[in-house]
């Protein structure tokens, strides 16, 4: 079964700044079939990329996603207010699917 | 606009069983795979259950489980309501969770992200 570890489990940054969020494969995910949401406090998590480097429709370009095999990445310039907030990775090449356990980006 | 509201959910005794249900609209559940996603308190996401859209010749559907769950929770719609189910049955502490219902992103199958999501229902289990 495959497992999605990410890191760092919490990022202190400052509006302003940029973020580099990283999820990485217990095993080659193929198709590149990696999805990332961003929840926030008391909401549904929501879709930002998919198939590792796509946008979902309406996220601006300040997202964006990388990688392939094991290692994927999620790039976010220029943080606002609104995007401190709980980021998760999600593979769907096969059933079960999984989630990573998060990567909380906090302000500093 | 797809939209999808969830019901049900509540307090339960270890042992019990709930029901949730999750409505959709802007779309129909024949035409789109659904699935069941829970977070337990300040914790993370985790996939519970899944089930494909229907086979345009035989209207079946396919259901997926966690391990964690299989035996126990059931996956189900009802296309005339257009409304998905997830019977749960011999409860436990452990399933204390926000439950949220998810709809994937394209395709009939499960092999898709989750574009939509309702807005969680709180499943707590205890005496």
């Known amino acids: 079964e495959l497992v999605l570890t990410q890191s760092p489990g919490t990022l202190s940054l400052s509006p302003g700044e940029g973020a580099t969020l990283s999820c990485r494969a217990s095993?080659?995910?193929?198709?590149?079939?990696i999805a990332w949401y961003q929840q926030k406090p008391g909401q549904a998590p929501s879709l930002l990329i998919y198939h590792a480097s796509t946008r979902a429709t309406g996220i601006p370009d300040k997202f964006s996603g990388s990688g392939s095999g094991t290692d994927f990445t999620l790039t976010i310039t220029t943080l606002a207010p609104e995007d401190f907030a709980v980021y998760y990775c999600q593979h769907y090449n096969d059933s079960p699917c999984a989630f990573g356990q998060g990567t909380k980006v906090e302000i500093k | 606009d797809v939209q999808l509201l969830q019901s049900g959910g509540g307090l339960v005794q270890p042992g019990g069983s709930l029901r949730l249900s999750c409505t959709a609209s802007?779309?129909?559940?024949?035409?789109?795979?659904m699935g069941w996603v829970r977070q337990a308190p300040g914790q993370g996401l985790d996939w519970v259950s899944s089930?494909?859209?229907?086979?345009?010749?035989?209207?079946?559907?396919?259901?997926y489980y966690a391990d964690s769950v299989k035996g126990r929770f059931t996956i189900s719609r009802d296309t005339s309501k257009n409304t998905l189910y997830l019977q749960m049955n011999s409860l436990r502490a452990e399933d204390t969770a926000v439950y949220y219902c998810a709809k994937y992103s394209y395709g009939s199958g499960t092999l898709a992200p989750f574009d939509y999501w309702g807005q969680g229902t709180l499943v707590t289990v205890s005496s």
């Open positions: 095993q080659n995910v193929y198709n590149n079939y």
């Open positions: 089930i494909s859209a229907s086979a345009t010749t035989t209207n079946y559907a396919s259901t």
């Open positions: 802007g779309f129909t559940l024949t035409s789109r795979g």
